[in-house]
T-cell receptor, first 110, second 113 residues
Framework: GQNIDQPTEMTATEGAIVQINCTYQ??????LFWYQQHAGEAPTFLSY????GLEEKGRFSSFLSRSKGYSYLLLKELQMKDSASYLC???????????FGAGTTVTVRA | DAGVTQSPTHLIKTRGQQVTLRCSPK?????VSWYQQALGQGPQFIFQ???????QRGNFPDRFSGHQFPNYSSELNVNALLLGDSALYLC????????????FGPGTRLLVL
């Protein structure tokens, strides 16, 4: 199975940068995903990493190190609307189901 | 292009009852996965349907069952409801088993009293 850890909460100021770390242990690896979930809403896809390195998409970037079982999501130029829960999810190589971490609640303050 | 839709949006049941939740995948998607998300937790995988068959299953009891129809829509059935079944039930679709990105519906919030 998978064991996925991420911080419970983070707070940052509007315009700042926040980095959300995710560590995982898995019996097989076939990709790491980041989703954003606003309160009471469905998760929305942010990024997907399957190879080591940094993937940049606008204000959001995601990094993966498979050898370290580590990923981070970097949110730049924070806006109030970025206040949400950020979910790290891993897909095993043996099947196609996603295993999610508990999520990191990011609060952006003015 | 409609995204993933789910019905109903909210539901209240009592212990011991049975419930059926419905999901229509995004246009062009043939694979549907169901997740249970308790408050303050990440989604937990229940099962996945492809070509009208259950392909993968998470650690959920047999009280949780499902079905996929020829038009790729899906149902989640839960029998003998327990208080602990209260959660947000999410449906996600993708264009194939191996497709990396799953798109989630708005969810059905189930409250068991």
């Amino acid at each position: 199975g998978q064991n996925i850890d991420q911080p419970t909460e983070m707070t940052a100021t509007e315009g700042a940068i926040v980095q959300i770390n995710c560590t995982y242990q898995t019996s097989g690896f076939n990709g790491l995903f980041w989703y954003q979930q606003h309160a009471g809403e469905a998760p929305t896809f942010l990024s997907y990493n399957v190879l080591d390195g940094l993937e940049e998409k606008g204000r959001f970037s995601s990094f993966l190190s498979r050898s370290k079982g580590y990923s981070y999501l970097l949110l730049k130029e924070l806006q109030m609307k970025d206040s949400a829960s950020y979910l790290c999810a891993v897909r095993a190589s043996s099947d196609y189901k996603l295993s999610f971490g508990a999520g990191t609640t990011v609060t952006v303050r003015a | 292009d409609a995204g993933v839709t789910q019905s109903p949006t909210h539901l209240i049941k009592t212990r011991g009852q049975q419930v059926t939740l419905r999901c229509s995948p995004k246009s062009g998607h043939d694979t549907v996965s169901w997740y249970q998300q308790a408050l303050g937790q990440g989604p937990q995988f229940i099962f996945q349907y492809y070509e009208e068959e259950e392909r993968q299953r998470g650690n959920f009891p047999d009280r949780f069952s499902g079905h996929q129809f020829p038009n790729y829509s899906s149902e989640l059935n839960v029998n003998a409801l327990l208080l602990g079944d209260s959660a947000l039930y999410l449906c996600a679709s993708s264009p194939g088993l191996a497709e990396e990105t799953q798109y989630f519906g708005p969810g059905t919030r189930l409250l068991v009293l």
